[in-house]
């Protein structure tokens, strides 16, 4: 079983940065692929963004492509969710995601999830 623990959400206003980090309660944190997702209020989860367990492969929405990047630190089993150029549509809980087998864009793939972290951007 792997606990993932997200952290640094909060409000900040539009144009600016934040960072998530997800941290992993495994030893085996580089045996897995992490992604991002997030939840709306009134809408459905959707994909962020995600990175392969070796690193050589990240995938992005089109919604936050150039100004979000995915990345993790092996020694410290933490993946980190670098947040720039916010908008007010970006506002969500955001969960981190650990599959076993291969990153993609649906949830259904991804066998451990955190409890989440509220990022509320403001006009």
């Known amino acids: 079983q792997v606990q993932l623990v997200e952290s640094g959400g909060g409000l900040v206003q539009a144009g600016g940065s934040l960072r998530l980090s997800c941290a992993a309660s495994?030893?085996?944190?580089?045996?897995?692929?992490m992604g991002w997702f997030r939840q709306a209020p009134g809408k459905e989860r959707e994909f962020v963004a995600a990175?392969?367990?070796?690193?050589?492969?990240?995938y992005y929405a089109d919604s936050v492509k150039g100004r979000f990047t995915i990345s993790t630190d092996n020694a410290k089993n933490t993946v980190y969710l670098q947040m720039n150029s916010l908008k007010p549509e970006d506002t969500a809980v955001y969960y981190c995601?650990?599959?076993?087998?291969?990153?993609?864009?649906?949830?259904?793939?991804?066998?451990?999830w955190g409890q989440g972290t509220q990022v509320t951007v403001s006009s």
């Open positions: 990175e392969s367990w070796s690193g050589g492969s990240t």
């Open positions: 495994t030893r085996t944190f580089s045996n897995y692929g």
């Open positions: 995601a650990a599959t076993r087998t291969f990153i993609s864009r649906y949830g259904g793939d991804y066998n451990y």
